[in-house]
């Protein structure tokens, strides 16, 4: 399956290094580099349910609130919508076919836009 999230993405949302990453069924299977002493190989499994509480929690962090669902006014079926907005009501929405997508489209423009400031 393709990968929902980039590494880069998932790296600052868990604040680790993430170096391999794929998607089976429901969980986000990763490898991350842990630096204790050294550098050691681990690797982990999130639910990918999980993984849209923690694009959120991330994205409040930087001061910005998603809010997603089901798109009830689209005149296409099972479009799902993330919309972002900030403290100075600056917002922008993004569209997927599952909700996951969406939240995690609207992080990766949360991010672009932390980038530019």
């Known amino acids: 399956m393709n990968n929902l999230i980039s590494k880069e993405l998932l790296s600052e949302i868990l604040k680790i290094k993430v170096v391999e990453l794929d998607t089976f069924s429901n969980d986000l ?12 190989k681990r690797n982990d499994i999130l ?11 991330w994205c409040k962090a930087k001061k910005w609130s998603i809010s997603s669902g089901w798109d009830i006014f689209s005149k296409r079926e099972n479009i799902y919508i993330a919309t972002v907005q900030n403290i100075d009501f600056k917002t922008n ?7 996951l997508e969406a939240i995690i489209k609207a992080t990766e423009w949360v991010k672009a836009q932390n980038e530019t400031r």
């Open 29 to 40: 299977h990763f490898n991350y580099f842990l630096i204790l002493d050294h550098f050691t």
């Open 93 to 99: 929405s993004f569209e997927a076919s599952t909700e």
């Open 47 to 57: 639910n990918l349910d999980t993984l849209g509480i923690f694009c959120k929690e």
